[in-house]
């Protein structure tokens, strides 16, 4: 019975995070319409939804220990929910880079989102402490016991195979949203989430398989274990790599070999239409 308290406690935190977020994206859109610095807004809002409900996820993975079954249908279930409410939103800072790459934006514009995204990332790293002290659930409270700390290092493997293991997940990642016009728009949320769910299923044993640099600084950067430099060698570096490797498979080695781009260039990397932010 405890288990399933706390789960229905995760699940209605969860909500709350989503519901809270969803509402201070509108109020902004509301109040500042048509401006273009309100994307920024939007970058911070969504970052933190992201990084927020994440924490809570691990919390219930690691602390609780969910069957598999349950933590992946779950990981599916806020994947589809983050992607319908993102509002163009990035909130990964390697998505940014393949924007900039792109021409989807400028450079000051994908530094600053990267920046919001950071920032953001530290935000739901300060504030989740501050929800589990209130103690909602046994789970809650014994995380607040322990003070709000990681047991172990995220990283279950070498560092260079768990590198590689952000490196593949990022590449899939990137490789798989750059091809999303190919497949029916109401499917594209569905497929995404989809990805996520099976690569968190194929390296969330050895890494988290976070492949978003922004998430990890807020999620498993706080771990001990090993140092700052390993971990942004693995949450970092990895990423980036497995995003340029499929930018240059994609916008590179593939149309040098059929004459064809296989991303049309009024594509952004979501699958969108491009709009060039300032």
């Known amino acids: 019975m405890a288990e399933v308290a706390d789960l229905a406690v995760s699940l209605s935190l969860l909500l709350v995070i989503v519901v809270f977020s969803e509402v201070a994206r509108r109020t902004a859109l509301y109040i500042f ?5 309100i994307i ?35 990981t599916y279930l806020i994947s589809v929910v983050h992607a319908l409410s993102f509002h163009g939103a990035i ?44 103690a909602l659930s046994d789970l809650h409270a014994q995380h607040s016991a322990a003070g709000f700390k990681c047991v172990n290092s995220p990283v279950n493997a070498p560092l260079l195979q768990a590198a590689a293991v952000e490196l593949s997940c990022a590449f899939v990642m990137h490789s798989a949203v750059s091809n999303l016009e190919k497949v029916e728009e109401k499917y594209r949320v569905p497929v995404v989430a989809a990805v996520i769910t099976t690569l968190v299923y194929a390296g969330g044993h050895l890494t988290g398989a976070v492949f978003n640099p922004a998430l990890a600084f807020s999620v498993q950067f706080p771990c001990p274990g090993n140092s700052f430099a390993e971990y942004s060698f693995v949450y970092w570096i990895g990423p980036i790599l497995g995003m340029t490797g499929s930018l240059l498979l994609f916008d590179q080695v593939i149309p040098a070999i059929s004459g064809k781009r296989t ?16």
């Not at 970058?43 to 933190?48: C, R, V």
């Not at 600053?112 to 300060?126: E, G, K, P």
């Not at 260039?265 to 699958?271: A, C, F, I, T, V």
């Open 91 to 134: 909130c990964n800072p390697s998505g940014a880079l393949e924007q900039l790459w792109r021409g989807a934006l400028t450079r000051g514009c994908a530094l600053t989102r990267i920046s919001c995204q950071l920032i953001a990332a530290v935000a739901a790293r300060r504030v989740m402490p501050h929800v589990w002290a209130l």
């Open 33 to 37: 319409p048509n401006r273009n610095w």
């Open 40 to 74: 920024y807004v939007l970058e911070l809002i969504s970052t933190f939804q992201l990084c927020a409900c994440t924490h809570e996820l691990k919390l219930l993975a690691e602390v609780r220990g969910l069957e598999p079954q349950i933590a992946l249908t779950l």
């Open 263 to 278: 991303i049309p260039k009024h594509l952004n990397s979501n699958g969108l239409k491009r709009k060039k932010m300032k």
